[in-house]
C-alpha cells in the first residue's frame, strides 16, 4: 500500500518561512520523481515544483528562487523549503509520486499566507 504523507503546513505571516515535507512508503522511493502540487480555493491544482530521480529539478516561475525541492532518498522524504512566503502561495499542498504513469498522491497540507 502506497502512502505519501505530508507534514509542515500552517500558518505564516507574509515573509516568512515554512518546510514541507513529504514521507513515502510502499515504493521504492528513488525510483521516483516526486513533486508538490498546489490547489487554491476555486483554481486548478498546479505544479510547484518536482525532482527526477537523478536530482534535477525544476520550478513554477512563481516561486523559483523562493522555493527548494530536495529529496533524502535514505529517508523516502522529499522537503520542500518555502521562503519569502506571499498571500497567494496560500493552497493545499500535495506530494505527488509519479514513475512511468503509476501516480500516487498524498492528502495535502494547507499552508496559509497572511498578509
Known amino acids: 500500500q502506497v502512502q505519501l504523507v505530508e507534514s509542515g503546513g500552517g500558518l505564516v505571516q507574509a515573509g516568512g518561512s515554512l518546510r514541507l515535507s513529504c514521507a513515502a512508503s510502499?515504493?521504492?522511493?528513488?525510483?521516483?520523481?516526486m513533486g508538490w502540487y498546489r490547489q487554491a480555493p476555486g483554481k486548478q491544482r498546479e505544479l510547484v515544483a518536482r525532482?527526477?530521480?537523478?536530482?534535477?529539478?525544476n520550478y513554477a516561475d512563481s516561486v523559483k528562487g523562493r522555493f527548494t525541492l530536495s529529496r533524502v532518498n535514505a529517508e523516502n522524504t522529499v522537503y520542500l523549503q518555502m521562503t519569502s512566503l506571499k498571500p497567494e502561495d496560500t493552497a493545499v499542498y500535495y506530494c505527488?509520486?509519479?514513475?512511468?504513469?503509476?501516480?500516487?498522491w498524498g492528502q495535502g497540507t494547507q499552508v496559509t499566507v497572511s498578509s
Open positions: 505527488n509520486a509519479e514513475r512511468y504513469g503509476s501516480t500516487y
Open positions: 510502499g515504493i521504492i522511493f528513488s525510483m521516483y520523481t
Open positions: 525532482i527526477t530521480t537523478s536530482g534535477i529539478t
